[in-house]
DNA sequence: GCCGTTTTCGGCCCGACTGTTTTCAGTCG
């Protein structure tokens, strides 16, 4: 059996070869390659394995051909004869310090050199010491500062492999609000913004990065470092400070000033891949791109001569390219669609028109979690959202505890329940009722049939199918489970249809081509699940459904009141998968909306 | 080794920091 390696794994693997190449003074261009190849594999929002067994590795941007093939011998037999071939003759215990933040090729070779390091199972460990002993400030090209760098440095590193978990999208987006907010109470703040991959609304999410533009940045640093729920301040400089909250998360706050504050969130809104790729077009029109603006190339290194811009709109036009909002900046297909004014036009939260995936507190005796709120709050909340309906997916009541008839006998009390809303929602004013729905989310038993007999699925208006049991499934298997599943004509939606759970548990593995298809063929909608810990269908699936013409619904997933205000980040998933108003179903008002369940 | 709006050959992102090798290499984001 061949190991399977995951990204990371795969990622330190390249950085390896690319180390490799760096000591025996290999092609320049050949080491930026394999770097590239690997922070594109650590950054890649899916499994490389997964790409792989889709024979799709070059999607990714930085892996061509040959490094293609070099991954397709390592998923295949767990090794590479190249890699070996380039790593012939240099100490294994030299990788293990490419971890170490300060320590990079070079470095890492002199040093196992120097002290003779040999196994990496203890070259840490081996290191440390030496440093400790003052070995290492004797070593030609070091000194005191560098050995206590080190020193600091392992400690940090045996630290940071403890903790640090990246934070999912709706928890980090939440502090950083509430920092925004609090910023925006100065009086010397301009403009506030989010950088880096919480801008662009990535799944999980390191660092949080917040810019301001002011005319006085001093004033706003001492504001920045009076924030209430400030642990310890790790840095403050002129241009910026580096606090830790209470709750252990760091934040980083940079200052710019309003003319150019257009080019520094550019910058660091990122992606890294997007950002080389524009500054790479930029050259070709004969400027050069950075954090302070754009410098036509004539003028060598005259920082007089740089372009300022308060807009990023600007900056982009400028180019010749249309604003690119930053859910898309990924390199991957949009700085070409806004050169040729291609880009989509990408759905809005207000598009929403319903929720399709509530749990409320209606005593359905499940087996699952039961949600807190009632039916009446669940649409007075939905109201105020300005939906036009609420859909009821509560789990099915529990198959072992029930007899089938016992069944029927709640799901009829359930729709009794929902029509008496839908009675009296019609007699208060409004011009457009709110609509109440009575759906179900069935559990797909592991055979692929439902979780209720056929009788209750005649009282549903619709019917969300989910996977709760039975994950470790082959793909084959898995596929057919749910396209069975999906078979029923009341069954609309497949639940959170990859089973993630981001920082827990990866997916099940299915065969997307099928499903796809499937979808297409028969009329059914793909979840994007909104729940923080799920988002799921991941962005990359949500792109290639829209490629296909899939069509999706956006789900809350509520179990509270307070859950209905998750959609954002269902839309934000939504969005980085490149979808429009008209690949998301529960867009539609509900006029036609009600068409497609064949109601009345 | 990657990649394509002046290229399938011949280019390849930018700026800052740091320690130490007094003029720059290594590392990082």
Same mark, same amino acid.
């Given at each position: 059996?061949?190991k399977?390696?995951t990204?990371?794994?795969?990622a330190?693997?390249?950085?390896a070869?690319?180390?490799?190449?760096?000591v025996?003074?290999?092609?320049?261009f050949?080491?930026?390659a394999?770097?590239?190849?690997s922070?594109?594999?650590?950054?890649a929002t899916?499994?490389?394995?997964d790409?792989?067994d889709?024979?799709?590795?070059?999607?990714?941007?930085?892996?061509?051909?040959a490094?293609?093939?070099h991954?397709?011998?390592?998923?295949?037999?767990?090794?590479?004869?190249h890699?070996?071939e380039?790593?012939? *003759?240099?100490?294994? !215990?030299?990788?293990e310090?490419?971890?170490?933040?300060?320590?990079?090729?070079?470095t890492a070779?002199?040093?196992c050199?120097?002290?003779k390091?040999?196994?990496?199972?203890?070259a840490?460990?081996?290191?440390?010491?030496?440093?400790?002993?003052g070995?290492?400030r004797? =070593? +030609?090209?070091?000194g005191?500062?560098?050995?206590?760098?080190i020193? +600091?440095?392992?400690?940090?590193f045996k630290k940071?492999?403890i903790?640090?978990?990246?934070?999912?999208?709706p928890y980090?987006?939440?502090?950083a609000?509430e920092?925004? /907010?609090?910023l925006?109470n100065?009086?010397?703040?301009?403009?506030?913004?989010?950088?880096?991959?919480?801008?662009?609304?990535v799944?999980?999410?390191g660092?949080i990065?917040?810019?301001?533009?002011?005319?006085?940045?001093q004033e706003?640093i001492?504001?920045?470092l009076?924030?209430?729920?400030i642990?310890?301040v790790?840095?403050?400089?002129p241009?910026?400070?580096s606090?830790l909250?209470?709750n252990?998360?760091q934040?980083?706050l940079?200052?710019g000033?309003p003319?150019?504050y *257009?080019?520094?969130?550019?910058?660091?809104? *990122?992606?890294?891949?997007?950002?080389?790729?524009?500054r790479?077009l930029?050259?070709?029109?004969?400027f050069?791109?950075?954090?302070?603006?754009?410098r036509?190339?004539?003028?060598?290194?005259d920082?007089?001569?740089i372009?300022?811009?308060?807009?990023?709109?600007?900056?982009y036009?400028?180019l010749g390219l249309?604003?690119i909002?930053?859910?898309?900046?990924?390199? /991957?297909?949009?700085?070409?669609?806004?050169?040729n004014h291609?880009?989509?036009n990408?759905?809005? =939260?207000?598009?929403?028109k319903?929720?399709?995936?509530i749990?409320s507190?209606f005593?359905?005796?499940t087996?699952?979690?039961?949600?807190? !709120?009632?039916?009446?709050e669940?649409i007075r909340?939905?109201?105020e959202?300005?939906y036009?309906?609420?859909g009821f997916?509560?789990?099915?009541p529990?198959?072992?505890?029930?007899k089938?008839k016992e069944?029927?006998e709640?799901?009829?009390?359930?729709?009794?329940?929902i029509?008496?809303?839908?009675?009296?929602n019609?007699?208060?004013?409004?011009n457009?009722?709110?609509k109440?729905?009575?759906g179900?989310e069935?559990?797909?038993?592991?055979?692929?049939?439902?979780?209720?007999?056929?009788? *209750?699925?005649?009282l549903?208006?619709?019917?969300?199918?989910?996977v709760?049991?039975?994950?470790?499934?082959?793909?084959?298997?898995?596929?057919?489970?749910?396209?069975?599943?999906?078979?029923?004509?009341?069954?609309?939606?497949?639940?959170?249809?990859?089973?993630?759970k981001?920082n827990?548990r990866?997916?099940?593995e299915?065969d997307?081509?099928k499903?796809?298809d499937f979808?297409?063929?028969k009329?059914?909608?793909?979840?994007?699940?909104?729940w923080?810990?799920r988002?799921?269908?991941?962005?990359?699936l949500?792109?290639?459904?829209?490629k296909?013409k899939?069509?999706?619904?956006i789900?809350?997933d509520?179990?509270s009141l307070?859950?209905?205000?998750?959609?954002r980040?269902?839309?934000a998933? !939504?969005r980085?998968?490149? !979808?429009?108003?008209?690949?998301?179903?529960?867009?539609?008002p509900?006029? +036609?909306?009600?068409?497609?369940?064949?109601?009345?």
């Amino acid at each position: 059996m061949v190991k399977e390696f995951t990204n990371k794994e795969i990622a330190k693997i390249l950085k390896a070869v690319a180390a490799a190449y760096e000591v025996k003074k290999g092609d320049k261009f050949k080491i930026m390659a394999y770097d590239r190849a690997s922070t594109s594999v650590e950054h890649a929002t899916s499994e490389i394995k997964d790409l792989w067994d889709d024979g799709k590795l070059n999607e990714l941007p930085g892996i061509g051909a040959a490094i293609a093939s070099h991954l397709d011998e390592l998923f295949r037999t767990g090794r590479v004869r190249h890699f070996e071939e380039v790593m012939k *003759g240099l100490p294994p !215990a030299m990788f293990e310090f490419l971890s170490i933040p300060g320590i990079g090729a070079k470095t890492a070779y002199k040093l196992c050199q120097k002290l003779k390091i040999k196994n990496p199972k203890t070259a840490l460990k081996e290191l440390e010491r030496a440093a400790k002993l003052g070995k290492i400030r004797i =070593i +030609e090209g070091f000194g005191e500062e560098s050995e206590k760098k080190i020193l +600091e440095a392992i400690e940090a590193f045996k630290k940071g492999q403890i903790k640090e978990r990246r934070m999912v999208l709706p928890y980090a987006d939440t502090i950083a609000q509430e920092i925004v /907010s609090y910023l925006l109470n100065c009086k010397a703040v301009k403009r506030v913004d989010t950088l880096g991959s919480l801008k662009r609304m990535v799944s999980t999410i390191g660092d949080i990065d917040i810019a301001v533009a002011t005319e006085s940045p001093q004033e706003v640093i001492d504001w920045f470092l009076k924030y209430p729920k400030i642990k310890k301040v790790i840095e403050k400089g002129p241009t910026g400070a580096s606090i830790l909250l209470e709750n252990g998360r760091q934040v980083d706050l940079r200052i710019g000033k309003p003319e150019a504050y *257009g080019a520094m969130l550019q910058y660091f809104i *990122g992606s890294k891949h997007h950002n080389i790729h524009l500054r790479e077009l930029a050259l070709k029109k004969g400027f050069s791109l950075s954090e302070y603006g754009i410098r036509p190339l004539k003028f060598k290194k005259d920082k007089q001569k740089i372009l300022e811009f308060e807009k990023e709109e600007d900056f982009y036009h400028f180019l010749g390219l249309d604003w690119i909002p930053p859910e898309l900046r990924e390199d /991957s297909g949009e700085i070409e669609a806004a050169l040729n004014h291609t880009l989509p036009n990408l759905l809005k =939260i207000d598009d929403i028109k319903g929720d399709l995936h509530i749990h409320s507190n209606f005593p359905i005796e499940t087996s699952h979690d039961q949600g807190t !709120a009632s039916m009446e709050e669940v649409i007075r909340k939905g109201e105020e959202l300005g939906y036009e309906y609420i859909g009821f997916t509560e789990h099915n009541p529990s198959i072992s505890k029930h007899k089938p008839k016992e069944i029927i006998e709640i799901l009829k009390r359930k729709k009794e329940e929902i029509d008496k809303i839908n009675y009296s929602n019609e007699k208060r004013v409004r011009n457009i009722p709110i609509k109440a729905l009575n759906g179900l989310e069935i559990d797909i038993k592991p055979n692929g049939t439902l979780g209720i007999p056929e009788e *209750g699925l005649k009282l549903l208006d619709y019917a969300i199918v989910s996977v709760h049991t039975s994950f470790k499934m082959n793909r084959e298997e898995m596929t057919k489970r749910i396209l069975s599943a999906l078979e029923h004509s009341k069954v609309k939606i497949l639940g959170h249809p990859t089973g993630r759970k981001l920082n827990e548990r990866e997916g099940y593995e299915l065969d997307w081509e099928k499903v796809f298809d499937f979808c297409l063929k028969k009329g059914k909608w793909l979840e994007i699940n909104a729940w923080p810990d799920r988002l799921d269908l991941p962005d990359v699936l949500v792109r290639e459904a829209v490629k296909r013409k899939v069509k999706m619904v956006i789900c809350t997933d509520s179990h509270s009141l307070e859950h209905l205000n998750l959609m954002r980040y269902g839309v934000a998933v !939504a969005r980085r998968g490149w !979808a429009e108003k008209n690949d998301i179903i529960n867009t539609l008002p509900y006029k +036609e909306f009600k068409k497609l369940l064949n109601l009345g």
